[in-house]
């Protein structure tokens, strides 16, 4: 069974920062793209940034300049460094990343974190 173990959320003002951090363990023969969803209260889970396993970067309108992910693929973990957060970026965040696993047969699934909540105070 593949876990990905998110950390790094919590309260912070406005105009501050927080990074993120999303650690994938078990049988993983591969990962490909890794990324990050937020989902806001009473608003649909939609994508901010994603990677590819070569390092290849997209984001969101809303987070261009201030948001940068990357990835570390010794220890299956990818990163999202978040500055000058606004209120309007408060919202549980969610990791996500597709993964080769071994299980007598490589299996590709698609893999979701269990989400960090960010706050963030005007």
């Known amino acids: 069974q593949v876990q990905l173990v998110e950390s790094g959320g919590g309260l912070v003002q406005a105009g501050g920062s927080l990074r993120l951090s999303c650690a994938a363990s078990?049988?993983?023969?591969?990962?490909?793209?890794m990324a990050w969803y937020r989902q806001a209260p009473g608003k649909q889970r939609e994508l901010v940034a994603s990677?590819?396993?070569?390092?290849?970067?997209k984001y969101a309108d809303s987070v261009k300049g201030r948001f940068t992910i990357s990835r570390d693929n010794a220890r299956n973990t990818v990163y999202l460094q978040m500055n000058s957060l606004k209120p309007e970026d408060t919202a549980v965040y969610y990791c996500?990343?597709?993964?080769?696993?071994?299980?007598?047969?490589?299996?590709?699934?698609?893999?979701w974190g269990q989400g960090t909540l960010v706050t963030v105070s005007s």
């Open positions: 990677i590819t396993s070569v390092g290849s970067t």
């Open positions: 996500n990343a597709g993964v080769v696993v071994v299980a007598g047969l490589y299996t590709y699934s698609e893999v």
């Open positions: 078990g049988s993983i023969f591969s990962i490909n793209a």
